[in-house]
C-alpha cells in the first residue's frame, strides 16, 4: 500500500510542467536583487532635500569666502604697489638739485601781491619754467607754450595767428606773457580772471588736452622772469 502511494505522488511530481526562463529585458529590468536589509538604487535617500541645501550652502559659503580672500590679498597687493611707488618718489625727489631762488623785483616795478590761495615758492617757479618747453603736455606732443611765445620775440610768437594742436587756427594772435602778474584779467577781451584759468584753458583749447585724462593741473608754475606769469 505504501509502496504504491509513493509511486503515485512521484508520478504526479514528474507530470508538472517546468517553470519558464524569466526573459533577460525583464531581469536588466528588474536589476539586482536587493537583501532586505539594502535600500534599491533607485530609491530616495532619506532627508534628500536636507543634503542638497547643505551642500548649496556649504559651497556658497566656500565661495564667498574665496572671494573675500581674493579682495583681501588684492588690496594687499595695491596698498603695496602703492607704497613702493610712494617710497620710489620720495628718494626720486630727494636726489633733485635745489630750485633756483626766484630773481627779485626789479627796483621800477612794484611787488607782485601774493595769492593767499596759491603762493609762490621756488620749486613751483622752477617746475613752471620746465613745462613751458615740455611738449609732451601737448595730445599729440607737438607743440609747448613755447611754440607760441618765444623768449626772443618778447614772449609773442610775432604771426597774425597760430594754429592749435590738430590744426585748428586761433582767431586771435598770441599775446605777450611778460609782466602779466600784474594783470587783473587776461586775454585780449579780459574773459579770464586769474592765470590759472588762463593756463587750464590754453592747455585744453591750445594743446588739445583731455581733461578727464589729465594727470596735473596747470598753477602759477612759470618762468622765473615772469614770477608767476602763465602763458594763455
Excluded at 130 to 155: I, N, T, V, Y
Excluded at 176 to 204: I, L, Q
Excluded at 221 to 232: D, E, K, N, V, Y
Amino acid at each position: 500500500m505504501r509502496i504504491a502511494l509513493t509511486a503515485a505522488l512521484l508520478a504526479a511530481a514528474c507530470s508538472q510542467a517546468p517553470p519558464m526562463p524569466v526573459p533577460e529585458a525583464t531581469r536588466e529590468a528588474a536589476g539586482p536583487p536587493v537583501d532586505a536589509g539594502q535600500r534599491a538604487a533607485n530609491e530616495p535617500a532619506p532627508d534628500a532635500g536636507q543634503d542638497v541645501a547643505g551642500g548649496i550652502k556649504q559651497g556658497a559659503s566656500e565661495a564667498a569666502g574665496n572671494v573675500a580672500a581674493g579682495a583681501k590679498e588684492a588690496a594687499q597687493i595695491v596698498a603695496q604697489a602703492a607704497s613702493t611707488a610712494a617710497a620710489d618718489l620720495a628718494e626720486a625727489l630727494q636726489k633733485l638739485p635745489p630750485a633756483p631762488p626766484i630773481p627779485d623785483t626789479p627796483i621800477f616795478l612794484p611787488a607782485v601781491e601774493e595769492p593767499r590761495d596759491n603762493p609762490t615758492t621756488p620749486e613751483k617757479v622752477w617746475l613752471g619754467y620746465q613745462l613751458f618747453f615740455d611738449k609732451r603736455l601737448a595730445k599729440d606732443g607737438s607743440m609747448s607754450c613755447e611754440s607760441c611765445h618765444h623768449p626772443e620775440l618778447a614772449w609773442t610768437s610775432g604771426n597774425p595767428t597760430d594754429p592749435k594742436v590738430g590744426g585748428g587756427a586761433n582767431k586771435r594772435n598770441a599775446p605777450t606773457v611778460e609782466n602779466v602778474a600784474y594783470y587783473h584779467s587776461f586775454y585780449w577781451d579780459g574773459r579770464a580772471p586769474t592765470m590759472e584759468a588762463v593756463s587750464a584753458a590754453a592747455w585744453k583749447g591750445q594743446l588739445g588736452a583731455d581733461p578727464g585724462s589729465r594727470r596735473t593741473r596747470p598753477e602759477r608754475t612759470c618762468p622765473w622772469r615772469w614770477r608767476r606769469s602763465c602763458a594763455p
